[in-house]
């Protein structure tokens, strides 16, 4: 076992998006849509399949490309929008297509310069529905280390459990040893909790280990009890909980 839950829609399953889905490129509205889909392409999350219909056919440009899957035909198109091009950057599902997915677009999310959920923008990838982000305010020592130096330390950490992700523990920064964190210019978004403000790496004597500390000092609401802490990378530090020594979680996924 894991330790933490595992997300556990199958891979296939669709459903219908009850939310208001927009997205925009070189300030222009490419798609805006209330009859979207979600569709299960792996685990972890979902993807938008957008309706034909609620697209701006006139920036699709069609590339020639036909892609044989097993659910039907896929027809690759480009995106341009005035001087922008996206190229690969949508699939229009043909009529072939079985599972309701006929005369849908799949788009690359980079693709879009910016995609929303009725009036909020999201980021990275559309949220799964049956994930839950919960930020916990505790009274459970959480101490951090790395090379035996300790970076962190506090018997007030904020815990956020997140289907699908070992627990993250947020500290205060008068609680964090800044003495052996750099900061970097790295900026990463999360659906649940937006862009991070700030990423550090930690140098412990000749070593660097790069961007393993972030902060968000303005997280969506849902999420305002991390406001401005501090979290690091469980799967590459010591992680020490009621003074017991976690086994570093291995998920390959998403560091915040």
């Known amino acids: 076992m894991s330790g933490y839950p595992e997300m556990i829609t199958p891979i296939g399953h669709v459903e219908p998006v009850p939310r208001r889905v927009r997205a925009t490129l070189a300030g222009e509205l490419v798609l805006d849509t209330t009859d979207a889909l979600y569709v ?3 685990a972890k999350y979902p993807w938008f ?5 609620d697209v ?26 005035g001087d922008e091009t996206r190229p690969h950057a949508a699939l229009v599902w043909q009529q072939d297509t079985t599972g309701g997915l006929a005369n849908t677009v799949k788009f690359q999310w980079e693709a879009l310069d910016s995609w929303f959920e009725e009036d909020e923008e999201i980021f990275v990838h559309p949220r799964n529905p049956y994930s839950r982000v919960d930020a916990i305010r505790s009274s459970r020592p959480v101490r951090i280390e790395l ?3 300790v970076l962190a ?35 990463t978004g999360c659906p649940y909790k937006g862009k991070t403000s700030g990423y550090w790496s930690i140098k412990t ?10 902060a968000y000092d303005f997280p969506t609401r849902e999420l305002l009890a991390v406001q401005g802490m501090v979290s690091f990378y469980n799967e590459k530090v010591d992680v020490f909980v ?7 979680p291995k998920t390959g996924f998403f560091k915040s």
Do not use: C
Request: charged share 30%.
């Open 205 to 214: 004597g000749q070593d660097t280990y790069p961007d393993l500390v972030w």
């Open 153 to 187: 330390e506090s018997s007030s950490p904020v815990m956020v459990f997140e289907t699908g992700l070992p627990t993250r523990y947020y500290f205060e920064r008068t609680k964090v040893n800044f003495a052996h964190l750099e900061p970097t210019d790295t900026v």
């Open 242 to 248: 009621d003074g017991e020594l976690g086994e570093r």
């Open 147 to 149: 090379d035996g130096i």
């Open 49 to 53: 399949y957008i309706p034909l219909a």
């Open 40 to 42: 299960w392409e792996w």
């Open 56 to 81: 701006r056919q006139e920036f699709l440009v069609d590339e020639g490309h036909d892609q044989k899957r097993k659910q039907g035909t896929a027809r690759r198109h480009a995106l341009q929008v």
